[in-house]
Nanobody, 122 residues
Framework: VQLQASGGGLVEAGGSLRLSCVVS????????MGWFRQAPGKAREFVAA????????YYADSVKGRFTISRDNAKRTVYLQMDSLKTEDTAVYYC????????????????WGQGTLVTVSS
């Protein structure tokens, strides 16, 4: 199983980025997926999750209304569109495969990508 995240970079506050996560895993079309982030010196935190058919999406309060999670099962890819970025969004962003339970809990994800760094400057 491989998850390859990309799309991070340096952006000014108020700008936008779109992250992508390509998943090489049998049965991906049946997997719920999540995005997490980890800022320097902080614990990894939940950002967003999406069910296997994109029927439901969940967001952390801190990103609600600014970030959008989506997926293209034909391309085995999950996206995170990030708009109105703030300096506090600076972190390494990870995609992960959900096993079950609560979406915000990192323990409920069994496969993780390597992360992509997002830096938001003021």
């Amino acid at each position: 199983v491989q998850l390859q995240a990309s799309g991070g970079g340096l952006v000014e506050a108020g700008g936008s980025l779109r992250l992508s996560c390509v998943v090489s895993k049998r049965g991906f079309v049946y997997d719920d997926m999540g995005w997490f982030r980890q800022a320097p010196g902080k614990a990894r935190e939940f950002v967003a999750a999406i069910t296997y058919n994109a029927g439901n999406r969940y967001y952390a309060d801190s990103v609600k209304g600014r970030f959008t999670i989506s997926r293209d099962n034909a391309k085995r890819t999950v996206y995170l569109q990030m708009d109105s970025l703030k300096t506090e969004d600076t972190a390494v962003y990870y995609c992960a495969v959900f096993m079950g339970g609560r979406y915000f809990d990192t323990n409920n994800y069994n496969f993780w990508g390597q992360g992509t760094l997002v830096t938001v400057s003021s």
